[in-house]
């Protein structure tokens, strides 16, 4: 799993509790979600299909820094699925994990899924010669 993206929890994320508010969390899930699916099926016109089981594990509090974790699971025709692990920064401590999230390539115009040629196995290796770059 990749790291690939941090966020700074402000006061604005809180909730009743002070703590990161859970449909934030989500909210920056999916866009972060998002991106990484655009960057590896190389275009922007994918759409959330479904986003599975959700656990949180523990508070991200205000001032803290949350880093998310990407990864691939399966690749389908018009489809990726990706999990993404939200943890803190410093203490490395799961806060959540949101598991099969689930994004279609869709036609700009008839909003119909639509294959986008790519598969698991290319994915892997353009991954692995990615981080052979760095």
Known sequence: ???LSRRLV???DLNYANSLFGGRALEWIDE???IYAICQLDTNCLVTKHI?????ESAAMQGDVVEFGLATKKVGSSSITITCL???K??????CLADDIVFVKVDPES???TPHGKT???LNKQMKAELKNL
Not at 52 to 56: C, W
């Open 1 to 3: 799993m990749r790291f």
């Open 10 to 12: 402000m006061p604005s």
């Open 32 to 34: 972060e979600a998002a």
């Open 52 to 56: 599975g089981e959700i656990n949180f």
């Open 86 to 88: 939200v943890r803190n």
């Open 90 to 95: 410093a203490t490395k401590k799961t806060i």
């Open 111 to 113: 909003r119909q899924p």
């Open 120 to 122: 698991l196995e290319e």
